[in-house]
C-alpha cells in the first residue's frame, strides 16, 4: 500500500515530538511506500494569527490563545492537504498527533489518526495549557472533535485518551485502538547486555527536561529520604538543571544529552546500563515514551498514576504508579520496599524487559498500524463496491 504520512513537522527530522515522528515514520516505511505531507508554517500567517488572536487576548485580558487550534489554522492547512492529497495520490493517510491537517479537509480514503491526547482534556493539565480564553477552547475543542470523527481509525496512545475520545467527543469505541507509542532510541540492548542481577546499588536516574512538571523536588527529596534511613543510594539527573542548590556528592546532575548526537547517545547508553530505578513523579504527562526506554532497559520505572501513564507503567510488572497525591515519603518507601528485596527487584527487571517486547516498542506498534490499515482499507473497499 501506499501510505501518506500527514504532520505539522517533518518526519526526517529526529527531533520532531521528540523523535516519534521519525520513530513511527521509520515503522510505516516496513509495510509501504511512503509519502510526506509537511506544510512550513509561512512567517505572514503566525504573524497574522498572533496579531489578530494572541496578542488582544494577552495584554486586554491575560489570556492565552492555543493558536495551532485555531479555525483559522486548521482549515488553512485542511485546504493545503485536501490539495496535495489531489496532487499526489496515496492509498491511506496516516496523521501524526495533527488533528488541524484533516479537521476541515474532505479526504476520500482511509484515515488512521495517532493522538496522545484530546484537546479537551491537555487544556488545563499542562501548565502550559491553562488560563486559554473561552473562544480559544471553544474552538480547539472544535477542530480536535471534528478530527476525531473524521478519521476512519483513531490510533490512541493511552487508555486515557481512549476514554476522552469516547466520554467527550462521541467517538464510537470501535473506531478507537489502544497502541502506546515505543522507545525513541535508534539502538536497543539486547538482554543480554543487561544487569538482571539481584545486586541492586540503588542507582536512581531522574530523566527530563521539565524539572517541575517532571516532579524533580519530590524525586530529590525522596532520593534524601532514603539516604536517611541508611539506604546507600545514587541519583543522577540527567536533562535539566535543578532550581535548587545541589552539594551531594552521591547526586550527578548533567543538563543536558542529545540522543542524536552519537556521543551524547554512548553516554545515556550507559547510563542506562547502569541505572537501578528510574524516579520520575511526574506531574503531568499525556504518554511517557521514557517509560519505553526505561523498560527497553530492564529498568523498573517509579511514577505517578497521571494521564496516560497507566498504560506505560503497569504496578508490578515494569515499576510502580502511584497516587497523584503521594509525596516523597511514599516515593522513598516503595524505593526502600524493592531494594529490600532483591528477587522482587530481579523479577521486576526481568518483567519490565518482557512488557517492553510485548507492547512498548516500535515494531509492536508497526504491526498494529498494519493490521488497522489493512481493515480500513478492506472496510473502505466494501463500502465501494456495494
Same mark, same amino acid.
Given at each position: ?106 479526504? !476520500?480514503?482511509?484515515?488512521? $489518526? @495517532?493522538?496522545? #491526547?484530546?484537546?479537551? +482534556?491537555?487544556? =488545563?493539565?499542562?501548565? &502550559? ?69 539481584? !545486586?541492586?546499588?540503588?542507582? $536512581? @536516574?531522574?530523566? #527530563?527536561?521539565?524539572? +517541575?512538571?517532571? =516532579?524533580?523536588?519530590? &524525586? ?167
Amino acid at each position: 500500500m501506499k501510505i501518506g504520512f500527514a504532520g505539522r513537522w517533518s518526519p526526517l527530522d529526529k527531533k520532531s515530538w521528540s523523535g516519534t515522528y521519525y520513530f513511527s515514520y521509520n515503522e510505516l516505511k516496513k509495510y509501504g511506500e511512503v509519502e510526506i505531507f509537511h506544510f512550513t508554517y509561512p512567517k505572514w500567517f503566525s504573524n497574522y494569527l498572533i496579531s489578530i488572536y494572541k496578542k488582544p487576548q494577552h495584554y486586554l485580558r491575560r489570556k492565552n490563545v492555543a493558536v495551532e487550534f485555531l479555525k483559522d489554522y486548521a482549515k488553512h492547512y485542511s485546504r493545503k492537504l485536501e490539495r496535495e492529497l489531489r496532487r499526489r495520490k496515496v492509498d491511506i493517510l496516516f496523521v501524526a498527533s495533527a488533528p488541524q491537517l484533516i479537521a476541515y479537509a474532505n479526504i !476520500d480514503i482511509p484515515v488512521i $489518526l @495517532l493522538t496522545d #491526547g484530546t484537546f479537551y +482534556q491537555i487544556q =488545563g493539565y499542562y501548565d &502550559a495549557w491553562k488560563n486559554f480564553a473561552p473562544f480559544s477552547i471553544r474552538q480547539g475543542i472544535e477542530v480536535d472533535k471534528n478530527a476525531f470523527l473524521k478519521a476512519t481509525h483513531i490510533m490512541a496512545a493511552s487508555e486515557w485518551t481512549k476514554k476522552s475520545a469516547i466520554d467527550d467527543y462521541g467517538v464510537d469505541p470501535a473506531r478507537i485502538t489502544v497502541v502506546p507509542l515505543g522507545a525513541n532510541l535508534e539502538k536497543i540492548p539486547a538482554q543480554n547486555e543487561l544487569d538482571l542481577s539481584t !545486586d541492586c546499588k540503588s542507582r $536512581l @536516574l531522574f530523566l #527530563g527536561v521539565e524539572w +517541575q512538571r517532571k =516532579g524533580g523536588d519530590i &524525586a530529590l527529596e525522596a532520593f534524601l529520604q532514603l539516604k536517611q534511613k541508611g539506604i546507600k543510594a545514587k541519583l543522577q539527573i540527567v536533562g535539566c538543571e535543578p532550581p535548587v542548590n545541589i552539594n551531594d556528592p552521591d547526586i550527578t546532575v548533567i543538563p543536558f544529552l542529545d540522543k542524536n548526537n552519537p556521543e551524547d547517545f554512548n553516554k545515556l547508553n550507559d547510563i542506562l546500563l547502569h541505572t537501578d530505578f528510574l524516579l520520575l513523579p511526574t506531574r503531568a504527562e499525556c504518554a511517557g515514551v521514557v517509560f519505553c526506554e526505561a523498560s527497553a532497559y530492564g529498568i523498573p520505572s517509579i511514577t505517578t498514576h497521571t494521564g496516560g501513564v497507566g498504560t506505560y507503567v503497569r504496578s508490578g510488572e515494569n515499576g510502580f504508579a502511584l497516587s497523584p497525591a503521594a509525596g516523597p515519603g511514599e516515593y522513598a518507601l516503595q524505593l526502600e520496599q524493592v531494594i529490600n528485596n532483591p528477587h522482587l527487584l530481579t523479577e521486576l527487571k526481568k518483567s519490565s524487559r518482557q512488557y517492553y517486547e510485548s507492547t512498548l516498542s516500535w515494531e509492536v506498534w508497526g504491526k498494529k498500524f498494519k493490521e488497522i490499515a489493512a481493515a480500513c482499507l478492506q472496510q473502505t473497499a466494501a463500502v465501494k463496491s456495494i
